[in-house]
């Protein structure tokens, strides 16, 4: 606890001291030292829409939560859900499932993604809920030059996919209009099992009940189709004035998930995004930003096309919805070798579900599963940036939160939380080098799934009373340029405190899960390295690899284990390319895990092999205009799982021990795109 005091009094006084002078410059996301920039997801990633596989690839820190052939989760330092902020151009998106089917990254396509950030730890004080690390996404924008591309991709599994964007205007309005159509059939594993086929497969194992199997006439099915529409105006109102309007829509149908016991009917969803921004207003304003956005997704997940809809005479569904809505008011000015941003941040999450019997409500004690929940937050925030000397600098914020989260369930009480956080961060600068030291506390509240979510069968699964998590972690890394070599090194220590865990020991007298949220205090810390090595002018290497630990300091109520859950073992990258002339590219990379062995046996985890994908790529650009790109993932061929079993979701299973089924990844993948820009 003196840790957690220390830690506490020390952002206090230090932004007392240095409160008074003020300066803002424009932040450079290339340089920001503990914040990983990922640019190529647009361009080179083009096997599919889902931002899942591609993070997963390209970053050693993230892993995957696979949950089917597309709209897959994330894992960052070893926190998932709302333990990482999720961001699109500012904008908060929700997810309606409970059951993670629709994640906020799988709200965005990576073709229409510019690039992202990955702010690793406490250190963004900008955004509501950010504990762990904030990953931030930015969509492309439109130019003033006409230009645009199409995309024809075809793979493996009988995938296929058509894009455009087109982007032109003038000197004062911009636009841009994309879209894209997509579907696959489903994929098989390194075994040769498509969906049906791995479920048959934990069938035959005792892993999941023959209920679950999907019925014979949709056994053919595609794993999904996917459709999206993104539009966006750009408008110069005066010199230093400008005005953004932007507007996303996905529409997914019958997306399959065969390790949970529904499939999604449909997942839509639509983002409304305006900001507008003026420079230069005066001495006190350098630069002031006002954004406001709403965003709805509507999620029914049915057991319609599975074996117990036919044995039982009828199917489940479960409707939910979301919306997100926010604004966001923040003034940049500089005052001396100061740079103060000052700002205001309001956000209003509405979450509302309810269970079906062949398209008719539950009897209303058991109809609601989330019973019209809000969740609002007012917070006041503060950064200032000092310029020490040449190549020192201190970074400093502070935000205070206060949030209330209210159900239309009268036997459900409501919850009121406030918290003042805020972080210390060192960046020192010699030459190309670049050194850093930070110290930080963060928070996020319980969701209304943690708090209220009440199963098909009436059992309240969600523990009313539960702490918000609050973060206390250091951070400290580096990153060297040599003449043909870049390194970069990170590494934390975070102390959780009211860590949000699922005990899968907490059941009512009919053996269901009851109240079944808890807080504990933990600890995670681990490391990261990356960089590239250029061996010759047309041949480079980049390398990554992550570790991550995480420890509950105590058991659960009623368990033994102090294993966190979801914290993956090492992971690596490791890429190889190749400019064989200006027009054409060669890559290949190493995606690889060791085993899964520091796992929450007692909440459903269990021990997982050590895996190492190869993947190859190559791409020719032709008439300037044409780039084909030719590739094959998992070379080998081989069969393995990346996702663990943690029962804060809902998977097959039979009980017991391990009795849960695991979601195989893909085998080996042939693609080709064909992308015409003009």
């Not at 969600?462 to 870049?486: C, H, I, M, R, S």
């Amino acid at each position: 606890m003196n840790v957690k005091k220390a830690v506490y009094l020390s952002l206090v006084c230090t932004l007392s001291l240095y409160a008074g002078d003020a300066e803002l410059g424009t932040i450079n996301v290339d340089t920001t030292v503990d914040t990983e920039v990922i640019k190529d997801v647009h361009g080179e990633d083009i096997k599919s829409a889902d931002l899942a596989e591609a993070l997963f690839k390209q970053s050693p820190s993230v892993s995957i939560v696979r949950r089917s052939g597309i709209a897959n989760d994330i894992i960052v330092r070893g926190q998932k859900k709302d333990n990482i902020l999720v961001t699109i151009d500012g904008a908060k998106v929700f997810g309606a499932c409970p059951n993670r089917m629709d994640p906020p990254v799988s709200h965005v396509l990576t073709n229409n993604i510019d690039y992202i950030q990955i702010e690793e730890g406490p250190y963004d004080i900008e955004d509501f809920g950010a504990l762990s690390a904030a990953v931030k996404i930015h969509t492309i924008k439109p130019s003033k030059e006409l230009k645009g591309d199409i995309n024809l991709g075809l793979g493996s599994f009988g995938y296929q996919k058509g894009a455009f964007s087109v982007s032109g205007g003038t000197d004062s309005v911009k636009f841009l209009l994309s879209g894209s159509t997509e579907k696959s059939d489903q994929y098989e594993d390194g075994d040769g099992n498509d969906f049906v086929g791995q479920i048959a497969r934990n069938i035959a194992e005792g892993k999941a009940p023959a209920s679950a199997q999907y019925q014979p006439q949709y056994q053919d099915m595609d794993a999904y189709t996917k459709k999206t529409l993104m539009g966006k105006i750009f408008w110069d109102i005066a010199d230093n004035h400008e005005l953004r309007l932007s507007y996303t829509a996905n529409r997914s149908d019958d997306v399959l998930y065969p390790s949970s016991k529904m499939d999604a009917i449909y997942d839509d969803s639509d983002i409304y995004n305006l900001q507008y921004i003026a420079k230069d207003l005066g001495k006190y304003s350098k630069k002031l930003e006002l954004q406001t956005y709403y965003s709805t997704v509507e999620h029914p997940m049915s057991t319609k096309y599975r074996m117990t809809a036919k044995s039982k005479g009828f199917e489940v569904t479960h409707k939910l919805d979301t919306t997100g809505q926010g604004a966001k008011l923040k003034n940049s000015f500089d005052i001396g070798n100061h740079t103060l941003t000052a700002g205001f941040d309001y956000s209003l999450r509405n979450w509302d579900g309810g269970y079906y019997k062949n398209g008719k409500p539950f009897p209303e004690a058991k109809f609601h599963s989330i019973y019209d929940v809000d969740t609002e937050n007012y917070a006041l925030f503060l950064k200032d940036k000092v310029a020490l000397k040449q190549n020192l600098e201190l970074e400093l914020g502070m935000r205070y939160d206060d949030t209330s989260i209210t159900s239309k369930n009268p036997n459900q009480q409501d919850n009121d939380y406030t918290e003042l956080n805020g972080y210390v961060l060192t960046t020192y600068r010699q030459n190309d080098d670049k050194y850093y030291i930070g110290i930080g506390r963060s928070s996020r509240v319980p969701d209304a799934k943690e708090l209220y979510w009440i199963g098909s069968m009436g059992n309240v699964i969600g523990t009313p009373d539960l702490d918000d998590t609050v973060n206390y972690e250091l951070d400290a890394g580096l990153e060297k340029q040599f003449e043909n070599f870049t390194f970069k090194a990170k590494a934390f220590y975070s102390m959780l405190d009211n860590f949000i865990a699922y005990n899968a020991s907490k059941k009512n007298k009919m053996g269901m899960a009851q109240n079944a949220y808890e807080n504990v205090d933990a600890k995670v810390y681990g490391a990261e390295i990356s960089g590239s090595y250029f061996a010759l002018d047309n041949l480079y290497f980049d390398y990554g690899a992550a570790y991550q630990r995480g420890k509950k300091d105590d058991p659960l109520t009623g368990e033994t284990g102090t294993n966190m859950p979801e914290v993956p073992p090492l992971k690596f990258n490791l890429a190889a390319n190749y400019n064989y002339d200006d027009s054409t590219m060669l890559k290949a990379e190493v995606v690889g895990s060791d085993r899964w062995t520091k796992y929450d046996a007692e909440n459903g985890e269990q021990e997982l092999a050590g895996y190492t994908v190869v993947n190859l790529k190559a791409s020719k650009t032709f008439r300037k205009n044409f780039e084909l790109t030719v590739g094959v993932d998992n070379v080998f061929d081989k069969t393995y799982a990346v996702s663990n079993t943690y029962k804060d979701l809902i998977l097959l299973t039979t009980g017991g021990d391990n009795n849960v089924m695991l979601m195989n990844e893909p085998g080996r993948y042939f693609y080709t795109n064909l992308r015409y820009s003009f």
